[in-house]
């Protein structure tokens, strides 16, 4: 008898119709556009931080081809590794807030999150690339030996354009693994003292 008291008073307090939760299929939906819209304008701030953080190198054109300096080679290594930097970092503030904030639906918040940062690492690239000088070596095919040409900023293998997507990934694992074993506060906060404590069995004999 008191076990089915003790029963019905916690789904009470659980589910009390004064403070009924919004669903869940409006919730999540929701909270799955605001990130993704997040994510989005992160990407292109993020684009416009790279192109600015980096060093622009310069070359010359001779027989149809654009020849650099070894610091220009440093520095268009250089814009791949801001674009890593730039990405990685982004993406793992950016998952550490959504696993911490938009914590309705767990499931939901992932595809978001993955959706949110391979459309920001592509925005990201659009945007950067889009302040940069074009492509100089198929500028230097028209070009007149000794033009002088600005290096073009750019990310040809796939590998670093996943830079966004790890960070964010790494970000939501960190928060979901330390919230392992953690009462939800709200449920907890709306039990009763005797219903909130851990249950102790009476001593025996």
Request: glycine content about 10%; charged content about 15%; proline content about 6%.
């Amino acid at each position: 008898m008191s076990d089915g008291l003790t029963l019905a008073r916690t789904h009470d307090v659980i589910a009390s119709p004064e403070r009924a939760p919004r669903s869940t299929w409006v919730v999540a939906p929701v909270q799955a556009l605001v990130t993704v819209a997040v994510f989005t304008g992160a990407g292109a701030a993020a684009g416009r931080l790279w192109y600015h953080l980096w060093d622009v190198p310069s070359g010359v054109v001779s027989g149809g081809q654009w020849y650099t300096s070894e610091a220009g080679l440093r520095d268009d290594f250089q814009g791949v590794a801001l674009y890593v930097a730039i990405s990685g970092a982004a993406g793992l503030v950016l998952g550490v807030l959504c696993a911490w904030l938009l914590d309705r639906s767990e499931l939901v918040t992932l595809g978001a999150v993955v959706v949110g940062s391979v459309l920001a690492a592509y925005v990201m690239l659009r945007v950067g690339t889009h302040y940069s000088a074009p492509d100089p070596h198929q500028l230097a095919k028209t070009a007149q030996d000794g033009d002088k040409l600005k290096g073009a900023l750019q990310v040809t293998s796939w590998p670093p354009r996943g830079a966004f997507t790890f960070g964010a990934l790494v970000g939501l694992a960190l928060v979901y693994a330390l919230s392992l074993g953690k009462t939800p506060t709200e449920v907890r906060s709306q039990l009763p003292a005797d219903l909130a404590t851990p249950y102790a069995a009476p001593p025996q004999g």
